[in-house]
């Protein structure tokens, strides 16, 4: 049975079932409870026989803004904290890996800016339509930061090179030219954006659903059988940057709207 939350809402078109980050006021943001009602949404998909496929989006004008960078800054004082931004880097460690593993077809649908964990949802996804306000980006070296998820994601998608240039620089790519890269597979038009990932849905339909499963399993777990362990060495990379001093500074000048003063 599928449940909706305060911050996650799930709806059924058969074929397809679509998965709505739904925190607006934080341009949907994760933190470690939309993480658990976000991997609890993909699970009970798994159930449904008749979805074929899933559409990922999020609601009002944001895909995912990555970590709730507010929420953080306010805890980065407690020295317990330590503790809870593990627990939330592997939380958000195990959804990437179960939408890797996850039988059928993942499409994410990007209204707007992916940024952070939003990319790494993004490049968790099997199939991507975005609108032309699609933004995507890993700005965490510009927060004292690391892409642990991210950075293996994007090498493993579309290679070493391309990695690095977006995790060193924390550059924004528009929707052309995530387009351009193989980042996204389409641009649509906002009000068309849901119709065009449905769409897909349906033409995913017709195929087998074992064969596309084993499709999934032959290039996320064989071929990429070296990525879940780099997946998981920078899951642990970036939960110890959380820690540093770094960290503490970067995030406060973010939510404080000024330069960095790295230490």
């Known amino acids: 049975m599928i449940t909706n939350s305060s911050v996650v809402d799930v709806r059924v078109d058969v074929p397809s079932a679509t998965i709505i980050l739904n925190r607006p006021q934080s341009k949907n943001a994760l933190n470690l409870d939309t993480i658990k009602k976000?991997?609890?949404?993909?699970?009970?998909?798994?159930?449904?026989k008749n979805v074929a496929a899933v559409i990922l989006t999020g609601s009002s004008d944001s895909f995912c803004s990555g970590t709730d960078l507010k929420e953080m800054s306010a805890s980065l004082e407690d020295e317990n904290s330590r503790e809870k931004w593990h627990d939330e880097t592997m939380a958000m460690n195990d959804l990437v890996e179960s939408m890797l593993r996850f039988p059928k077809p993942i499409i994410a649908a990007v209204n707007g800016p992916a940024v952070g964990v939003g990319l790494a949802l993004v490049l968790a996804s099997d199939l991507v339509v975005a609108s032309p306000n699609a933004k995507f980006g890993s700005p965490e070296t510009k927060r004292g930061l690391v892409a642990g998820l991210v950075?293996?994601?994007?090498?493993?998608?579309?290679?070493a090179s391309?990695?690095?240039?977006?995790?060193?620089?924390?550059?924004?790519?528009?929707?052309?030219?995530?387009?351009?890269?193989?980042?996204?597979?389409?641009?649509?038009?906002?009000?068309?954006?849901?119709?065009?990932?449905?769409?897909?849905?349906?033409?995913?339909?017709?195929?087998?659903?074992?064969?596309?499963?084993?499709?999934?399993?032959?290039?996320?777990?064989?071929?990429?059988?070296?990525?879940?362990?780099?997946?998981?060495?920078?899951?642990?990379?970036?939960?110890?940057?959380?820690?540093?001093?770094?960290?503490?500074?970067?995030?406060?000048?973010?939510?404080?709207?000024?330069?960095?003063?790295?230490?």
């Open 151 to 159: 950075a293996p994601l994007l090498a493993f998608r579309l290679g």
């Open 38 to 48: 976000l991997s609890l949404a993909f699970s009970d998909i798994h159930q449904e």
């Open 162 to 263: 391309t990695a690095m240039k977006l995790t060193l620089t924390g550059r924004h790519l528009d929707a052309d030219e995530a387009l351009s890269i193989g980042l996204s597979h389409e641009t649509v038009k906002d009000d068309l954006l849901w119709a065009r990932a449905n769409e897909m849905a349906k033409e995913l339909s017709g195929n087998s659903p074992l064969a596309m499963k084993m499709t999934k399993t032959l290039i996320n777990e064989t071929i990429g059988e070296h990525f879940l362990t780099s997946l998981n060495l920078g899951t642990a990379n970036s939960a110890a940057a959380r820690t540093t001093e770094s960290a503490k500074e970067g995030v406060d000048a973010f939510v404080e709207k000024r330069p960095p003063n790295w230490p």
